[in-house]
């Protein structure tokens, strides 16, 4: 028998993981079209930074079809390992756009930043994972600075958007407004709430919500673009 909170878990975060998956291949199409390197880092950026919820979909399948779990260990890297490269890459295009000037002083910080944890994370990994456990401070400190340097730059990002003179842009804005704000309280959620049912759900909601308005934010929909050039016309 499935537990209940697994079973939550899992299913709502493979519709997360799902959807996260559909704007990076959307986004890697579009980079072979376009040939823009942005839409690539982008494509990884939409997997990596929801990367903490594919440990719940693995373990709704082990737990389905073969009665097990992921070991704590396998958790830990699954959860972790990826964050960091997805924070690197989405600030290797924020910086594309502002602070163009700081770009490498960013770019760097942020590269030992995450080198420095990545070499924590696997160190402890390799000597015993429950060295974690008795450190999760430090992990859910690393967790909450990631989460605020995504906030930031991301509502940075979308008020430039805002600012254009560029309708499309300008809407683009608003959803990416939208999805970062959404992200950071389904991720909070996420890791302040005592797990129920309820509170599950409403983190992945918040979640779900946020990729589906990333998608809007960098890949406006024909039909909506179409919507907005017909409104501009009648004004």
Known sequence: MVDNLVLAYGILSTILISLSLFISFKMISIYFKLKKKEFLFMSIVAIAIYE????YAINLILALFFNSELLAGHRYFITYIGVPIGMYLWLVVFTEFLYINKKKLILTLIAIYGVLFETILLTMLYIDYELIRTYIFFYSLYFFSILLI???????FARASLRSSNKEIKLKGKF????????????????LLYSTILTIF???????ISVI???????????????????????
Do not use: D
Not at 52 to 55: F, V
Not at 213 to 235: A, R
């Open 150 to 156: 995504i906030l930031i730059s991301g509502l940075l």
């Open 213 to 235: 308005s990333f998608y809007f934010g960098f890949i406006l929909p024909s039909w909506m673009k179409k919507h907005l050039s017909e409104e501009i016309i009648e004004k």
């Open 202 to 208: 409403f983190s992945i909601f918040f979640l779900i």
């Open 52 to 55: 903490p919820w594919w440990a």
């Open 176 to 191: 990416l407004f939208i999805a970062f704000i959404s992200f950071s309280i389904g991720a909070l959620f996420e890791n």
